[in-house]
């Protein structure tokens, strides 16, 4: 059983990350009339169209500075793996494979599919929710 270490709950960080993903999302799509699902975004810079790329890049150079931004505006943060470095690619390998195997992540039918209503979203959002439940018990519990 987990429970919450009222001490070092910050919630305040998750809600500003949130708004942020939220506030990109809306961006993207009124901007851009593009869906902010990063699978999609990812996937077409690896198979690049005319028009598509700068976009793109730039999206995903944005995720991958907001660490060291949060980091310079804030001060250092501790991350720590409690499965290690391996278990965390695999499953990285895992996601992105679910993801190709979903048509689609996490943010793309959770965060855009569900604002838009689109009832496969919400299908698809809750059979990640429901494996995430199941494979988490497994190797929190059996393994």
Known sequence: MFTVNWEAFTPYPALFGG???GLSAVMLILLTGRVAGISGIV???LTPQRGETLWRLTFVLGMAA?????????GDFEFESPRGTVALILAGLLVGYGTRLGSGCTSGHGVCGLSRLSPRSLAATGLFM???FVVASVVMHAI
Not at 68 to 74: D, H, P, R, S
């Open 19 to 21: 708004l942020l993903i």
């Open 43 to 45: 996937g077409g810079l």
């Open 66 to 74: 907001a660490p060291w931004l949060y980091q310079t505006v804030v």
């Open 130 to 132: 429901a494996t995430g």
